[in-house]
C-alpha cells in the first residue's frame, strides 16, 4: 500500500511570494495534520483537518491556512511568506482524530526562502 | 498534553541493546505514550505506544515505569539503520496534535 504522499519534494521561493504544499493520505484516512519543522528542533503543529473541517490548529499566524478536499488530500497555503518559513513541512495521517491509532508521516516537502 | 523530558543524545554499540529513557513525571491517566523516531531528513516514523503495560512489536520493546512517570524504549539489538532523533510523546490520542519536543539523537556505533 502506498504510504503519505507529499508535493513537491523541494521548493524554493522568495520572500513575499506565496506557496502550495500537497499531501495525500493512505487509503482509507479520513484525518491529515501538517507540522512544521525547522533545522534542529521537533516537528511542530499546525493544522489538523477531519472529514474536511478543521480540527486543530498549532500557534501559526493567519499566513497559514489549509483545507481537505472531499478526497480526503490537503493543501497547506501559506502566504506572505518569510525567510523564517524556511523549513521541512512535513503531512501525516490517521483514521480518525480521536483515534489511539497512530499519525503516518509522509517525507515532507523542503521548502526554502530566499 | 504532558510534556516529556530526553537525554539530548545517546551512543550505541552496533549489535548491542539501545535503552532510551524518557521522563513524563506530569502523565495523567488516560494519557499513552507515544515512541517516534525521525532518520535524517525523513518524516517521522511511528515505532511503538502503550498506556500502562509493557509493549513488544517487531521493531521494539516499552517498559513504562508502575507510576507512570517514566518509560525506557528498547532497541534490542541496535544496527546502524537504528541512528536517528528518537521522540517520546504523551498524549491522549496518537491520532491527534501530537508535541515533538527535541527527542534524543542516538548515534550507533560500528
Known amino acids: 500500500d502506498a504510504g503519505v504522499t507529499q508535493s513537491p519534494t523541494h521548493l524554493i521561493k522568495t520572500r513575499g511570494q506565496h506557496v502550495t504544499l500537497r499531501c495525500s493520505p493512505i487509503s482509507g484516512h479520513k484525518s491529515v495534520s501538517w507540522y512544521q519543522q525547522v533545522l534542529g528542533q521537533g516537528p511542530q503543529f499546525i493544522f489538523q483537518y477531519y472529514e474536511k473541517e478543521e480540527r486543530g490548529r498549532g500557534n501559526f499566524p493567519d499566513r497559514f491556512s489549509a483545507r481537505q478536499f472531499p478526497n480526503y488530500s490537503s493543501e497547506l497555503n501559506v502566504n506572505a511568506l518569510l525567510l523564517g518559513d524556511s523549513a521541512l513541512y512535513l503531512c501525516?495521517?490517521?483514521?480518525?482524530?480521536?483515534?489511539?491509532?497512530?499519525?503516518?508521516f509522509g517525507p515532507g516537502t523542503r521548502l526554502t526562502v530566499l | 498534553d504532558a510534556k516529556t523530558t530526553q537525554p539530548p543524545s545517546m551512543d550505541c554499540a552496533e549489535g548491542r541493546a539501545a535503552n532510551l529513557p524518557c521522563n513524563h513525571s506530569t502523565i495523567s491517566g488516560n494519557e499513552y505514550v507515544y515512541w517516534y523516531r525521525q532518520i535524517h531528513s525523513q518524516g517521522p516514523q511511528y515505532i511503538i505506544h502503550g498506556l500502562k503495560n509493557n509493549e513488544t512489536n517487531e521493531m521494539a520493546s516499552l517498559i513504562i515505569t508502575e507510576d507512570r512517570k517514566s518509560s525506557t524504549l528498547i532497541l534490542p539489538h541496535a544496527t546502524l539503520r537504528d541512528t536517528a532523533v528518537y521522540y517520546c510523546?504523551?498524549?491522549?490520542?496518537?491520532?491527534?496534535?501530537?508535541?515533538f519536543g527535541t527527542g534524543t539523537r542516538l548515534t550507533v556505533i560500528p
Open positions: 510523546i504523551v498524549s491522549k490520542t496518537g491520532a491527534n496534535n501530537l508535541f
Open positions: 501525516a495521517s490517521s483514521l480518525g482524530p480521536d483515534s489511539t491509532d497512530t499519525q503516518y
